[in-house]
């Protein structure tokens, strides 16, 4: 698949994204629940170049690990790149890295879905 629909977010890494914060850990480091906020945000942005008016894209799945630790107040960056589209299903590699390269790394797989009928649904 061509990889031209991709994009990428930053965040700076905080008190209020750490492991000690999130209750993930109990290190003041960059989250793995932040980093994988910060992937699908970046999957969901890229989506985004995809929709009709009165669509939007859902988190189905994500696989990930997260290889190394990022200090406060140093810069996280995750970039999601489509790697598949299947109707409404897209596939996307995730890389996540911060000032001295990769800390995180994976999938994600998001849906296309009408935004009045998904809702719908929610009780």
């Known amino acids: 698949m061509n990889n031209e629909i991709y994009y990428t977010s930053s965040v700076v890494v905080t008190d209020a994204n750490t492991a000690l914060a999130l209750g993930s850990g109990d290190l003041q480091v ?7 906020a910060l992937m699908e945000n970046a999957a969901m942005l890229a989506a985004a170049t995809l929709l009709d008016e009165g669509e939007t894209s ?8 997260h290889n190394r630790p990022t200090g406060i107040g140093h810069k996280v960056s995750a ?6 589209r299947d109707g409404r299903k897209l596939s996307f590699s995730v890389v996540a890295h911060d000032e001295d390269g990769v ?17 719908a649904k929610v009780k």
């Open 79 to 84: 970039t999601a790149t489509l790697t598949a």
């Open 58 to 65: 859902v988190g189905a799945q994500i696989a990930v690990c």
């Open 30 to 36: 960059f989250a793995t629940p932040a980093m994988v």
């Open 103 to 119: 800390i995180g790394e994976g999938t994600h797989t998001r849906y296309i879905v009408g935004r009045e009928r998904f809702m």
